[in-house]
């Protein structure tokens, strides 16, 4: 905005996480046959936004069946490499402090280890790291076939649940995610009804 012999520049700036902290402001102009050189004009302290790590959406989000593959999917701010443990839980209702008789998975993102809760709702079952194999309790097996896939801030977990027929009913779908520096708390993102796959069989004529 030029005013007599000044020129005023405004200019928005978004900072970036990395230049947090205190950084000096510098100013410099250039006429046709003269500039003022490099000056420091004052300074600015760059506040770092909050991490922020999520638990976002499953998908399918709700439904029925026996068998299912489903995907689930996080995010931090800081990028996804950061997530540290994941979790996937199916159960009748939330509880903080009992897990028993429920079907709930848990990545560990550092080691890429995956896990099933067993039915004490204490023990975890374990995967042998880069393995395939089936984990199962009373309630549910997870099968084979899983991955964990990151694209930028988002990290997705995809992997196939067959649920026990003991395990019938109507089941809550919640998340839970965390990183160094905070976490998403549980967060309730679905609902599944547990059913019997039905098999149809149909008789020869004679």
Known sequence: IPAGNQLTL????????AIAGSNQIWMAAAGASS????????????????????????????????T???????ADTSGADKI????????PAFSGTNRAGT???????????????????????PAGI???????????????????MIKDNYLTLRFTLKFKASFDGARQIWMYAADAAGNSGWQQ????????QEVITIAGMS
């Open 10 to 17: 405004t200019v928005p700036v978004t900072f970036l996480p």
């Open 35 to 66: 500039d003022s050189g490099w000056m420091q004009e004052g300074s600015w302290t760059v506040t770092a936004a909050p991490n922020i790590t999520s638990a976002i959406s499953v998908s399918p989000c709700c439904g029925h069946g026996g």
């Open 68 to 74: 299912q593959q489903f995907d689930f999917r996080y």
């Open 84 to 91: 540290q443990t994941l979790y996937a839980w199916f159960t």
């Open 103 to 125: 079907c709930m998975v848990y990545y560990d993102a550092t080691h890429d280890q995956w896990n099933l809760l067993g039915d004490d709702g204490v023990t975890w079952l």
């Open 130 to 148: 880069g393995t395939s194999d089936t984990l199962q309790n009373a309630q549910c097996a997870l099968t084979g076939g899983r991955v964990a």
């Open 189 to 196: 993102r679905g609902n599944w009804s547990v059913e019997d």
